[in-house]
């Protein structure tokens, strides 16, 4: 039977609970976004005792639905002070899921002190973790292996939470146990570490497995979403996301001069090249070390992420994606990619969102802190952050943060999250996911990116600010969906292209829930979850000027086009309006 | 003729203009509110060159009403994100008054470069000075009365207002020139430091003096407020405030048990008697030097300022007020004055707002950076700001950011200005003030400790909720008016409890203006200019989320009393009812 884990850390104990008859056909992100809304008081402190962290694997993890290893954490952020939904690949995902645990609610604070949260099949237990506090992530990711066996499933804080710092995330361990998959967006490590959670250990051995509600559809919809998977080309075996990584987007948004460079001040890249998935498949292949096509949980049939090797071809760090390689990289000025794999090891290590830190660092460098294209200089600056010194301090709080210390006003965040590696004035339907998204600038929440530069699921002029409402607004909708499924969003390509794979979507997920819906639901169900998220922001105090570009971006031109973000506040307001009544 | 200093930091143009027809009859912060809000637009970036300052003097300045040479500094606050008007008491003001300039708005922003606005008979002209960056206040106000003679009157940031720190005030000399009466809070220091105003200097030689319309009842009215002020016990000539200064108010809170101490755990302060307004007249006496009985501005009968002496009765620092000794002392746990003097003379020379700077060092003291109690660490503290070092970046920034950055969640802010020297739990009154003003947390902007306290304009219990909305709401409408008189606030006190003191600053405002309000009029002016101040934070994004206590103070109980804010939001939320139409 589907249970409830409650932990309340203020009297340090741990409940079970059957799963509420409304909370049954929820999962992943619609579930941690309900329960929030339902909880959590708008206007809390999100470091304060009536914040919650919600943790919900999708609805497919842990069965052998192909790439579904997500699971999703929610709660009020500190970082943008509205609601979050942050969420990862990981075997932790489906260990929970062959537990039956439909999700974990985390409330009160303690006193002091770090506890561990330990769960199986008998049950569930707060233990003492002192030890575990100040430690690097891998050193915990290492003991607690040791403590509970190669099997566990691991998440973790590092010292950025327990500094509750707004740039701290939550690490789960990846297929061979490294520390390295992040639900890093919105800083809830932070509210772990307010909360005096420190780790959790997940052991599913003997555990009873995902109950499937209809074998027979599943076994239809998984076989339809397989074969879309392994036919489309970008997510098929040997397909650009499997051979190159998410990285092979470098070039492409450098070309389309979408690349945000040095904090935000142009669209392209001079080392764009050296620091793409292509450079990163080169440097696996002659340092024979190191791999691409690596999955970040069993099951995964994409298998984008890849292991960066040292020059002497031993293990160095995983995962340099997209989105750190830009991060760390080009929004720096820095086009090493052995410096990135440093920067986005110190992340992991220390417990930090690598966008997020690489947002940060291109700010400190235009207020000066370091000059561009400083990496040894962007390292300890890294260093200050796991040190909790008074710069780590500003650092570890963010771009906004950082760039408010400084007095700077070209601080390229939403909601005081900093925005991922697409340029909104040189590709604006992105810009409306960022400006718009009850997350804060986030691209994941309606990745528009795939029809206006990779004609995925149709075709628009990235330059272009016409429809881009209503296609960012269908976008986030989808993806709401997809974000409870536990399927990885990168399953909306071939399932946006292929109308047999949305199906098999679909039916999977009813497999498992028995619900019956059809894929014409899709777009109302994510609509749902999304109009909870921005009810909460409303209550949280949020207004039409938290949906609004930063302000520079309306007057400062970005090269190469020399375009400013022009789709005016008046259309912005038109993607929430059904929610006001 | 009255006229109007525009002056372009863009293209470093001034001009002068007639007063637009509409802004005849404002001065002091209706003036200075009102061209915000027509003006600036509510959403952009503080320090962006959208923003706007505008500097008014009241209404009477420069006449000789007593007590009246108050100068209303106005524009989008940094630290609050609103509105903003802040007030000082200063030559300058008058001087303004007397060359019949109603206000000054200073726009746009320039590239590089610091820049000196000098005014006088003949007109108005931009200088370069960027010799004057990084000085001390103190140095530049040196410098500027060597270069343009002791009888000019200056206004200028410090190197927090270079920094664009959110605690950059704008500094104003005092009768004797030095560098000490501060428009401190809200950090529109910042604002000329972004826009590179860096200073100010006012010749009024030859000036025509301020335009009387009817001077049979200016003379009338002067006479009826001079009797006034003279006869009220509280600001009679060796009345409270003369005698000991506004630092008589220590012992008498303290006693209340609403003297916040310790960042605002507490509201009893062991060291009080050390460090309120009787220590302050002994230390005078003791050391053969210093004064009390100073005025900020001559004309002036009330003379609450102080000069505070070194040991050896040499001139130390102006002016130790209560919220300075309170801000600097009890909440910090300092009892020493002559700590406490160094630290005011710390914020005077940096150019910080005391209140501001104490609440950030008592949340520092709270987050463990340096203990209560440690003067030699608040010092230091202090220097760091001077610096700009990271971790003066943090304070500079004030105790909200502060608090942020160290994870806390005690942080004594409303709208992210640090809480005065009122404990809201111990006073109610004043907490809806702190809670509600368009401000931020601010005891001079509805003074309810009048009636709650000092039994002046009738008497209130300071632990009840009851009424305290209605309290603050007629308190926050007369100081809107009386704000744009010029006249001091502690007219107030006499103002309040004989009719004929309310009639005298009716009276001479109207000999100026022209105008032919009543004294029943006051409350409705008054309102006028907060609906534009609440309208302009609402355009800007606030909320009723906006209009609430800190969150621990609902369930922290404080000391002595025992006492949580128990006025619900609900009731907090009739305060503005009307505006919402």
Redesign the interface.
């Given at each position: 039977m589907a249970k409830v884990i409650r932990v309340n850390m203020t009297d340090r104990t741990v409940t079970v609970e059957p799963v509420p008859e409304q909370y049954a056909a929820l999962g992943g992100r619609a579930l941690t976004s309900r329960v929030v809304y339902d909880e959590v008081p708008?206007?809390?402190?999100p470091?304060?005792p009536?914040n919650k962290i919600v943790i919900a694997p999708g609805v497919l993890a842990g069965t052998t639905a192909p790439s579904s290893g997500r699971i999703s954490v929610g709660g009020k952020s500190p970082l943008t002070g509205g609601i979050k939904e942050s969420n990862a690949g990981t075997p932790v995902a489906q260990k929970l899921g062959r537990l039956q645990v439909k999700m974990i609610v985390v409330e009160g604070q303690a006193e002091d002190g770090a506890y561990l949260l330990k769960l199986d099949k008998d049950g569930a237990a707060l233990l003492p973790a002192d030890d575990l506090k100040g430690k690097l992530t891998r050193e915990i990711n290492k003991d607690l292996f040791a403590k509970y066996g190669k099997k566990a499933g691991i998440m973790t804080i590092g010292v950025a939470g327990d500094?509750?710092?707004?740039n701290g995330g939550i690490c789960f361990n990846d297929t061979e146990g490294r520390a390295s998959r992040y639900a890093g967006r919105g800083g809830l490590g932070?509210v772990l570490?307010?909360k005096g959670l420190k780790a959790m250990v997940v052991d599913d051995e003997g555990s009873p497995g995902v109950e499937i509600k209809d074998k027979e559809l599943f076994k239809q919809g998984q076989k339809k979403i397989v074969d879309a998977i392994r036919s489309h080309p970008v997510t098929k075996p040997d397909g650009a996301l499997n051979t190159y990584g998410t990285a092979v987007l470098v070039n492409i948004l450098n070309e389309a001069g979408g690349y945000p460079t040095r904090n935000f001040s142009t669209g392209q890249f001079e080392g764009a090249a050296q620091t793409g998935g292509e450079a990163i498949l080169e440097a696996v292949k002659e340092r024979h070390g190191g791999m691409t096509g690596h999955g970040c949980h069993p099951g995964c049939i994409i298998r984008c992420s890849n292991v960066y090797p040292n020059p002497d071809g031993s293990e160095f760090t995983s995962c340099i994606e997209y989105e750190s390689t830009w991060a760390l990289g080009a929004n720096c000025g820095i086009a090493n990619l052995d410096i990135i794999a440093k920067l986005v090891d110190q992340c992991n290590e220390i417990g930090l969102d690598t966008i997020e830190a690489g947002v940060t660092i291109g700010v400190a460098m235009d207020a000066g802190v370091i000059p561009f294209s400083d990496g040894e200089g962007a390292i300890r600056l890294m260093e200050e952050i796991r040190q909790g010194?008074?710069?780590g301090?500003?650092l570890g709080?963010g771009a906004w943060?950082t760039g408010?210390?400084?007095?700077?006003?070209r601080i390229p965040v939403v909601k005081r999250q900093g925005m991922p590696a697409y340029e909104p004035r040189a590709v604006k339907g992105i810009g409306v996911t960022y400006i718009t998204s009850p997350m804060g600038a986030d691209h994941t929440a309606g990745y528009t990116i795939a029809p206006e530069i990779l004609a995925v699921g149709g075709k628009a002029d990235p330059l272009s600010p016409e429809g881009k409402v209503e296609l960012s607004r269908a976008f986030q909708a989808a993806t709401a969906f997809i974000d409870t499924t536990g399927y990885c969003l990168f399953t909306a390509f071939p399932v946006l292209d292929i109308p047999s794979g949305m199906e098999g979507m679909v039916e999977t997920v009813n497999s498992v829930l028995g619900t019956t819906w059809t894929t014409n639901d899709v777009g109302a169900l994510g609509l749902e979850t999304l109009k909870l998220e921005w009810r909460f922001n409303k209550?949280?105090?949020?207004?039409?000027?938290?949906d609004?570009p930063?302000?520079?971006m309306r007057y400062e031109k970005l090269p190469p086009h020399n375009q400013v973000f022009d789709i005016s506040d008046e259309e912005l307001d038109k993607i929430w309006a059904a929610f006001e009544a």
């Open positions: 708008a206007n809390c402190h470091l304060g009536f500094f509750k710092m707004s932070a570490g307010s010194t008074p710069l301090r500003i709080n943060f408010k210390a400084y007095g700077l006003t209550n949280a105090g949020f207004s039409k000027e938290d609004r930063p302000e520079y």
